[in-house]
């Protein structure tokens, strides 16, 4: 059976999201799997949790530690909620060179379906498998001249890839990426996505958005958005808006069905709460009123969290009450 290698590049901020990502990816395979996390530093306990994930099913894991400076020269994204992590994917194809393929993922996502059906993409021609970004996709011709892309060359998301890491390495793609982000520094907006757009122009296998489906961008089409989610393999809350800090945004109860098998649910419902609490300002709902909405869809559906879960909320209860008041 092959083994299915992920990538992912997170901080300590970022750990509990990628334990989701992780579970839903094991809850709907039977294919063996190897993380590769690269991070900028993850604390012991937060490690400790990520490997506990081998509770729910085995899989094989290792870490690989950054040092940011060397992406010292590449600009912060102009959206804040990105971080500087996505940089280093740069690094993948270099971290172990035995490797020849690798999925390459944001943290953002869950998968609905089988992760072997992303992995069985052909991109023995191409340096990557892509989908099409629908942001960037309403405007492409301007984006094309913004970018020195070639004519007829789509845009692509880079938080759902498959990367051909053996032809990576034949044409030193690590360094010609570094190269590209320096050179083009005063132009990227999102440096990670840009510097892949640039850099695998026009060498890109694109994939259906099926395996890429980004509910919370809206689609112009209302059947194509249902049959790409009907038929959904990887769902990816690309944007400003999350599961984690917005409980309206679309298919967050997909998001939630993983997060409770999660080592870090308690953390995850707490950012949650706190965050509709701050908003609560100038007419939201009460902490209460929160609270009750959200243990009644959230937590009650499964009983077995419902004792731990209430015992930590009743813990955290009287200080909520006092920031939102």
């Known amino acids: 059976m092959d083994k299915i290698h992920v990538f992912f590049s997170i901080n ?11 579970i839903s990816i094991l809850k709907n395979t039977s294919s063996s799997i190897f993380f590769h ?23 094989e894991i290792d870490y690989f530690r950054v040092d940011n400076d060397i992406f010292k020269d590449i600009p912060e994204c102009a959206d804040a909620h990105v971080s500087d992590e996505p940089d280093h994917k740069f690094l993948v194809s270099n971290i172990d060179k035995n490797i020849d393929k690798a999925i390459i993922l944001d943290v953002d996502i869950i998968f609905v379906d089988d992760i072997k059906k992303l992995w069985d993409i052909d991109i023995t021609d191409n340096y990557i498998g892509a989908s099409i970004d629908r942001v960037f996709s309403n405007d492409k011709e ?17 938080g759902v890839m498959v990367a ?26 999102f440096p990670d996505q840009d510097t ?20 919370n961008l809206g689609y112009d089409d209302i059947k194509e958005e249902e049959n790409i989610r009907m038929n959904a393999v990887v769902v990816h809350w690309a944007g400003h808006e999350k599961p984690w800090n917005n409980q309206n945004v679309y298919m967050c109860d997909e998001f939630f069905k993983y ?22 300002q100038g007419g939201g709902l009460s902490i209460e009123a929160y609270l009750s909405k959200f243990l009644a869809l959230n937590m009650l559906k499964e009983q077995k969290n419902a004792t731990k879960l209430l015992r ?14």
């Open 312 to 325: 930590f909320l009743e813990f955290d209860l009287n200080l909520m009450k006092l920031k939102c008041a």
């Open 142 to 158: 301007k984006w094309r001249k913004y970018y020195s892309l070639p004519e007829k060359y789509d845009y692509i998301n880079s």
């Open 259 to 280: 997060a409770r098998l999660s080592p870090f649910y308690e953390s995850i419902l707490y950012e949650n709460i706190t965050k509709l609490c701050a908003n609560s």
């Open 196 to 215: 892949f757009n640039m850099t695998f122009a026009p060498k890109v296998k694109y994939f259906p958005q099926i395996f890429n489906y980004t509910p």
């Open 12 to 22: 300590d901020d970022y750990a509990k999201y990628l334990s989701v990502a992780m």
């Open 37 to 59: 996390i690269i991070n900028s530093g993850l604390s012991p306990e937060n490690i400790r949790k990520i490997n506990s994930v081998k509770n729910i099913k085995n899989f």
């Open 164 to 189: 051909n890491l053996k032809k990576w390495r034949h044409e030193s793609i690590s360094e010609k990426l570094f190269e590209v982000a320096h050179k083009n520094a005063k132009i990227l907006r």
